[in-house]
């Protein structure tokens, strides 16, 4: 495809193309670990999963300019321990990277991206995003190399990390369309997901789940097109997809949450019918935000039952009112700012009433949307809509509530959401009163 040339061409890791070479066999799907400072064990279970189809797996041995000598010399084990598992040939260096690879069976291989070496180790501010970049473009190039050497296609770029457990089925997906309309084409999988705490965290992990779950699912109840987790172990892409987004953003955390940003607007994100990954919770520092760290930050709150906060439910009904406004807008030719606040106003207020709707014209402002709105009148009336969900993104959407947050609605712990109860969408309330019942304070709370 045009696109994926494009890419590999001109925004791949130098090398992919010659790497991939190395492949000798067909493949429909290709998976992808980054690891620093992992057990081999770990990584071996993932590269032994039990499904037959064709498939390369991809491990990035990887280390960070800043770690510490004991975790690079782990990582640097890990290494030698998986050469002496699966036979590994002698390294290939393409581009700075240096690769030992093995074929397994004549339908799969396994590929080792070493970057825990002196002269490749990664610049901390680009962290496992640039370890996922790497070894997601290698893939796309085996994609390209399976479909024109040996006629078969790869579905999913698949991601994944070296604490997941995947389940049996995670390979066995459905046929989703891979062409048409945006509201048709799925460009990327979330799959389920259950974290099992480490013991100890086991309190702050459903509180930081709950969260996960919270976010998700008000952001669904309010209509938005970015409803999905964003965990970079639980992702699937499109190759088409993924070359179209110009890759994994090279981040120290977050890569995950911008590269679906990216790709929702290409077409669908879904979940796929399969059985859970199964995610190690445990406190890290690795990396700026996510599990590990909000582990960390949960279990040094002196009572995490009132002091671990949440979104406000009324930035989400606010959300909801905004999202369910834009299918009536009609902006006219002339826009200037009276025009922006009476289209707005006129929208909003039926929803959200005008306090709210005020609320959300700020939150609007401060996002920028003065100078969007020239853009969208420029559309054709039946775009405005979709013109709108692609500005208004899984980024600005965020931003949006966090805004609405700082300004006009405070945070809530699990005592306020539980009193605000009627906004929070049906499916949390059991959740939540479980929760309440396993923290509260004995006899503050009763479930009956």
């Given at each position: 495809m045009a696109a994926i040339q494009s890419y590999l061409e001109n925004y791949a890791e130098p090398g992919s193309n010659k790497l991939a070479r190395l492949l000798s066999h067909a493949i429909n799907s290709v998976l992808v670990v980054p690891a620093f400072d992992e057990l081999a064990e770990a990584l071996a279970a993932l590269v032994r999963h039990p499904d037959p189809a064709p498939r390369a797996t991809i491990l990035v041995l990887n280390a960070p300019a800043s770690a510490e000598r004991d975790a690079l010399e782990r990582t640097r084990n890990t290494r030698d321990q998986l050469c002496e598992l699966f036979g590994l040939r002698a390294a290939t260096n393409a581009g700075g990277i240096r690769c030992l690879h093995?074929?397994?069976?004549?339908?799969?291989?396994?590929?080792?991206?070493?970057?825990?070496?002196?002269g490749n180790l990664i610049d901390p501010k680009?962290?496992?995003?640039?370890?996922?970049?790497?070894?997601?473009?290698?893939?796309?190039?085996?994609?390209?190399?399976?479909?024109?050497?040996?006629?078969?296609?790869?579905?999913?770029?698949?991601?994944?990390?070296?604490?997941?457990?995947l389940p049996n089925d995670y390979f066995a997906l459905p046929d989703y369309p891979n062409s048409g309309s945006a509201n048709e084409v799925v460009t990327a999988l979330v799959y389920p997901?259950?974290?099992?705490?480490?013991p100890g965290l086991e309190k702050a992990m459903a509180l930081y789940q709950f969260r996960l779950d919270y976010y998700t699912a008000a952001l669904s109840e309010a209509g938005s097109p970015y409803a999905y987790h964003s965990i970079g172990s639980t992702l699937a892409v499109r190759p088409k997809a993924y070359a179209q987004?110009?890759?994994?953003?090279?981040?120290?955390?977050?890569?995950?949450?911008?590269?679906?940003n990216k790709v929702a607007k290409l077409g669908r994100v879904v979940m796929p019918p399969v059985s859970a990954i199964v995610l190690a919770g445990r406190d890290s520092q690795r990396v700026p935000f996510g599990t590990g760290p909000?582990?960390?930050?949960?279990?040094?709150?002196?009572?995490?039952?009132?002091?671990?906060?949440?979104?406000?439910?009324?930035?989400?009904?606010?959300?909801?009112?905004?999202?369910?406004?834009?299918?009536?807008?009609?902006?006219?030719?002339?826009?200037?700012?009276?025009?922006?606040?009476?289209?707005?106003?006129?929208?909003?207020?039926?929803?959200?009433?005008?306090?709210?709707?005020?609320?959300?014209?700020?939150?609007?402002?401060?996002?920028?949307?003065?100078?969007?709105?020239?853009?969208?009148a420029k559309q054709r009336p039946k775009d405005i809509e979709r013109a709108f969900h692609d500005?208004?993104?899984?980024?600005?959407?965020?931003?949006?509530?966090?805004?609405?947050?700082?300004?006009?609605?405070?945070?809530?712990?699990?005592?306020?959401?539980?009193?605000?109860?009627d906004h929070l969408p049906a499916a949390l309330v059991p959740e939540l009163q479980r929760l309440i019942a396993l923290l509260a304070p004995r006899g503050h709370y009763e479930t009956a």
């Amino acid at each position: 495809m045009a696109a994926i040339q494009s890419y590999l061409e001109n925004y791949a890791e130098p090398g992919s193309n010659k790497l991939a070479r190395l492949l000798s066999h067909a493949i429909n799907s290709v998976l992808v670990v980054p690891a620093f400072d992992e057990l081999a064990e770990a990584l071996a279970a993932l590269v032994r999963h039990p499904d037959p189809a064709p498939r390369a797996t991809i491990l990035v041995l990887n280390a960070p300019a800043s770690a510490e000598r004991d975790a690079l010399e782990r990582t640097r084990n890990t290494r030698d321990q998986l050469c002496e598992l699966f036979g590994l040939r002698a390294a290939t260096n393409a581009g700075g990277i240096r690769c030992l690879h093995a074929q397994l069976s004549s339908n799969q291989s396994v590929f080792v991206l070493d970057l825990s070496g002196e002269g490749n180790l990664i610049d901390p501010k680009l962290g496992v995003g640039r370890a996922r970049k790497i070894g997601l473009d290698l893939a796309l190039a085996m994609s390209e190399q399976s479909a024109q050497k040996f006629g078969q296609h790869v579905e999913w770029l698949h991601s994944t990390d070296a604490d997941a457990r995947l389940p049996n089925d995670y390979f066995a997906l459905p046929d989703y369309p891979n062409s048409g309309s945006a509201n048709e084409v799925v460009t990327a999988l979330v799959y389920p997901y259950a974290h099992i705490a480490e013991p100890g965290l086991e309190k702050a992990m459903a509180l930081y789940q709950f969260r996960l779950d919270y976010y998700t699912a008000a952001l669904s109840e309010a209509g938005s097109p970015y409803a999905y987790h964003s965990i970079g172990s639980t992702l699937a892409v499109r190759p088409k997809a993924y070359a179209q987004a110009r890759g994994m953003p090279q981040r120290a955390a977050g890569e995950d949450f911008y590269l679906l940003n990216k790709v929702a607007k290409l077409g669908r994100v879904v979940m796929p019918p399969v059985s859970a990954i199964v995610l190690a919770g445990r406190d890290s520092q690795r990396v700026p935000f996510g599990t590990g760290p909000a582990l960390v930050d949960i279990t040094a709150l002196k009572d995490p039952y009132r002091d671990y906060l949440y979104y406000p439910p009324q930035a989400f009904k606010a959300l909801r009112a905004l999202l369910q406004g834009v299918p009536r807008w009609s902006l006219p030719e002339d826009i200037n700012e009276q025009s922006i606040e009476a289209v707005f106003f006129e929208t909003l207020e039926h929803e959200a009433g005008a306090n709210m709707s005020k609320h959300i014209q700020a939150a609007l402002t401060n996002l920028g949307i003065n100078r969007f709105v020239t853009h969208l009148a420029k559309q054709r009336p039946k775009d405005i809509e979709r013109a709108f969900h692609d500005w208004f993104d899984a980024f600005r959407t965020l931003k949006f509530i966090h805004y609405l947050r700082d300004h006009h609605y405070p945070s809530a712990n699990l005592e306020s959401l539980w009193q605000q109860g009627d906004h929070l969408p049906a499916a949390l309330v059991p959740e939540l009163q479980r929760l309440i019942a396993l923290l509260a304070p004995r006899g503050h709370y009763e479930t009956a």
